[in-house]
């Protein structure tokens, strides 16, 4: 099972700065790797698959880079909004698996 | 507009058993993978189990293997995970979710259903 391990695991930064969260596979998953948006009460979306590409309707602040094993999700400029748990999926091996998530709270 | 409804959580005693359905409309249903994914309260994401469209081939994660069974009923638009031997671990709001293309990456998910396995 290839596990994911995501840092920092609490990222606090006032709107308008930038963020940038790492995902950590235990061994290759090439390019397929995918990051979600948590907000409280909601269920997960979809932002970045396959590493780079945004996902339908997500805003151009967000972007992802990576392969292999180290990935990152940037967030160019925080908003309000933007306060949520992330988490990166890898497609690559069965089975599937998740990170355990990077939470990310406006000062 | 895609939706996904999940039904049939519920309290469970240890040992139990549970079926869970997610009943889907928007899309062609008969054409899509779909999966669980569960989160335990106040925990993170764990994918459960996934389906082919077709239903001819079906995965589990090592957590849930030869205790949970995936179906769907391609006729009805609906999917299924039928839940045996039931633990306390299992507690948690189970999703479903459509994968992208034949990606197992998750584009749509429904609310959740409840299952809390509890003497």
């Known amino acids: 099972e290839i596990v994911l391990t995501q840092s920092p695991a609490t990222l606090s930064l006032s709107p308008g700065e930038r963020a940038t969260l790492s995902c950590r596979a235990s061994?290759?998953?090439?390019?397929?790797l995918a990051w979600y948006q948590q907000k409280p009460g909601q269920a997960p979306r979809l932002l970045i698959y396959d590493a780079s590409n945004r996902a339908t309707g997500i805003p151009a602040r967000f972007s992802g880079s990576g392969s292999g094993t180290d990935f990152t999700l940037t967030i160019s400029s925080l908003e309000p909004e933007d306060l949520a748990v992330y988490y990166c999926?890898?497609?690559?091996?069965?089975?599937?698996?998740f990170g355990g998530g990077t939470k990310v709270e406006i000062k | 507009e895609v939706q996904l409804l999940e039904s049939g959580g519920g309290l469970v005693q240890p040992g139990g058993s549970l079926r869970l359905s997610c009943a889907a409309s928007g899309f062609t249903f008969s054409t899509s993978a779909m999966s669980w994914v569960r989160q335990a309260p106040g925990k993170g994401l764990e994918w459960v189990s996934g389906?082919?469209?077709?239903?001819?081939?079906?995965f589990f994660a090592d957590s849930v293997k030869g205790r949970f069974t995936i179906s769907r009923d391609n006729s009805k638009n609906t999917l299924y995970l039928q839940m045996n031997s039931l633990r306390a671990e299992d507690t948690a709001l189970y999703y479903c979710?459509?994968?992208?293309?034949?990606?197992?990456?998750?584009?749509?998910w429904g609310q959740g259903t409840l299952v809390t396995v509890s003497p």
């Open positions: 061994q290759s998953v090439s390019f397929y």
């Open positions: 979710a459509r994968a992208m293309g034949t990606t197992y990456y998750f584009d749509y």
């Open positions: 999926q890898q497609r690559s091996n069965w089975p599937r698996t």
């Open positions: 389906i082919t469209g077709s239903g001819g081939s079906t």
